[in-house]
T-cell receptor, first 114, second 117 residues
């Protein structure tokens, strides 16, 4: 158990819908990262928050957005869902910003868009 | 941009034997970090081992060790005394040292390791 929690574990929804994925980082971790794992794109970085501020964006679609709240939990919002958004979404956390920090991954949320 | 390449989609090893998974990367940076993550059927991403590029000594964690060749931009993972529980997808990952840019992980495509009796 990494100490990072993600809810829900599974999510099944229809095209065009909107969903919210939630992540609670390890106690004391200020950085939260979101990654998407799909069959065709592999593991890709989406976005990084540090202590409530967005620090970097990766291959995140405009239909997707995220935020990190004062209690440091983070939410990833996916809207106007398409079949291709079906994937495993991971959240990872680390203590700080620096590269020496290990990123600890949550168990992931499996999103299925029908 | 950095890229990570894992050229072995699948590998197989017998229990108690040794196996080496390959990883190469491309970067123009001199300082960075390299990682191996394991993803078992449960899909959890588990850190196996990490290597700081500025360290010449290869990292080891129990049965897991790396062969880090900075000039060749190669970072292979050796698993000794393989166990059934080692069966998983293994991902090589790169992370920049520069905290001014995104300290994201860039992953390879993974190597699926089978462990046979």
């Amino acid at each position: 158990d990494s100490g990072v929690t993600q809810t829900p574990k599974h999510l099944i929804t229809a095209t065009g819908q909107r969903v919210t994925l939630r992540c609670s980082p390890r106690s004391g971790d200020l950085s939260v990262y979101w990654y998407q794992q799909s069959l065709d794109q592999g593991l890709q970085f989406l976005i990084h928050y540090y202590n409530g501020e967005e620090r970097a964006k990766g291959n995140i679609l405009e239909r997707f957005s995220a935020q990190q709240f004062p209690d440091l939990h983070s939410e990833l919002n996916l809207s106007s869902l398409e079949l291709g958004d079906s994937a495993l979404y991971f959240c990872a956390s680390s203590v700080r910003l620096v590269g020496t920090d290990t990123q600890y991954f949550g168990p992931g949320t499996r999103l299925t868009v029908l | 941009a950095q890229t990570v390449t894992q050229s072995q989609p699948e590998m197989s090893v017998q229990e108690a034997e040794t196996v080496t998974l390959s990883c190469t990367y491309d970067t123009s940076e001199s300082d960075y970090y390299l990682f191996w993550y394991k993803q078992p059927p449960s899909r959890q991403m588990i850190l196996v081992i990490r290597q700081e590029a500025y360290k010449q000594q290869n990292a080891t964690e129990n049965r897991f060790s790396v062969n880090f060749q900075k000039a060749a931009k190669s970072f292979s993972l050796k698993i000794s005394d393989s166990q059934l529980g080692d069966a998983a997808m293994y991902f090589c990952a790169y992370r920049t040292f520069n905290t001014g840019t995104a300290s994201k992980l860039t992953f390879g495509t993974g190597t699926r390791l089978q462990v046979t009796l």
